[in-house]
Nanobody, 117 residues
Framework: VQLQASGGGLVQAGGSLRLSCAAD????????GAWFRQAPGKGREFVAA???????SYVDSVKGRFTISKDNAKNTMYLQMNSLKPEDTAIYYC????????????WGQGTLVTVSS
């Protein structure tokens, strides 16, 4: 599966962005999907996941602000980000896995989100 993340940009603190992840060669009905991010000088960290069943999970720092969703018909996963903070600044990547026995992968180039204070 080839993944392409888009929708990043520069936004002021408190603003919103919606990221999209388009899948080529597979559908999110067959995979678990997730968003990760990598801030400057830091490792890649988990942000949110949506299982094939639709069950979602989030890292504590984004709970109540971010919402992950998917449209299986469009082969696209989304991350709605509200009340953005400067510490959300990072390159955001989307990944997929067949099930919990596998690691997430299929990373594309990512999309840069910059939140100014």
């Amino acid at each position: 599966v080839q993944l392409q993340a888009s929708g990043g940009g520069l936004v002021q603190a408190g603003g919103s962005l919606r990221l999209s992840c388009a899948a080529d060669g597979g559908t999110f009905s067959s995979y678990d999907g997730a968003w990760f991010r990598q801030a400057p000088g830091k490792g890649r960290e988990f942000v949110a996941a949506i299982l094939r069943s639709g069950t979602t999970s989030y890292v504590d720092s984004v709970k109540g602000r971010f919402t992950i969703s998917k449209d299986n018909a469009k082969n696209t996963m989304y991350l709605q980000m509200n009340s953005l903070k400067p510490e959300d600044t990072a390159i955001y990547y989307c990944g997929v896995r067949r099930n919990s026995a596998y690691r997430y992968g299929g990373w594309g180039q990512g999309t840069l989100v910059t939140v100014s204070s």
